[in-house]
Structures are given as C-alpha cells and as structure tokens.
Nanobody
C-alpha cells in the first residue's frame, strides 16, 4: 500500500524557518506531481506549492519568495523550505502526490499532516 509520511513541522517564531519533508513508500513505478497544501483552523485546505516530475514549480501568491518546493526523485521525497515565516502561515501542512504503481495505474495520496505553528 502506498503512503506518504511527513516530517519537520513544529513551533517557530515569526521570521524563522522550517523544512518539511514528505517521503512516499510502497509500490512505486513513478510519481508525477507532488505538492504541499495547508489547512488553518476554520478554513478550507489551500494549495501552497506544487512541483512536477520535471521540476516545474507553482506557488500560492502568499508564499512566493519565502517558500521553496523541491524534490528528490531517487528518494521519492518532496521538501518544502519555509523562510520568513509569519503567524498566518500557522496550519496543518499536508503533502500530496500522484503516484503510479504501474505504468498506467495511478492514484492521488495524502500524508497525515504535520502541524506548523508560528508565534508572533
């Protein structure tokens, strides 16, 4: 069974940095897009950043210039480097991946979520 396991969340002061990691495991033929989403209390889940297998990146306007998404295809892992963190970045962060278990069989998977709290 394929799964995504996240790590790297925590408590940080405003202006600080955190790095999130998300590793995919299971029967993996390839992984297409990978991404990070977040959900703050009382709000809907929103896109933070995505990256394709070829390295094309897309960011939410609110994090451009502060967050960087990257991936290591050999390790089936996606990262989110978060700098200049603000209290409004506080949320549960989820990774998402489009995983192919066979050449034409794929599903979207979500990680369990990791809490990021930014204090002012």
């Amino acid at each position: 069974q394929e799964q995504l396991v996240e790590s790297g969340g925590g408590l940080v002061q405003a202006g600080g940095s955190l790095r999130l990691s998300c590793a995919a495991s299971g029967t993996i033929f390839s992984i297409n897009a990978m991404g990070w989403y977040r959900q703050a209390p009382g709000k809907e889940r929103e896109l933070v950043a995505t990256i394709t297998s070829g390295g094309s990146r897309n960011y939410a306007e609110s994090v451009k210039g502060r967050f960087t998404i990257s991936r290591d295809n050999a390790k089936n892992t996606v990262y989110l480097q978060m700098n200049s963190l603000k209290p409004e970045d506080t949320a549960v962060y989820y990774c998402n991946a489009d995983v192919y278990s066979r050449p034409i069989t794929h599903s979207y998977y979500w990680g369990q979520g990791t809490q990021v709290t930014v204090s002012s």
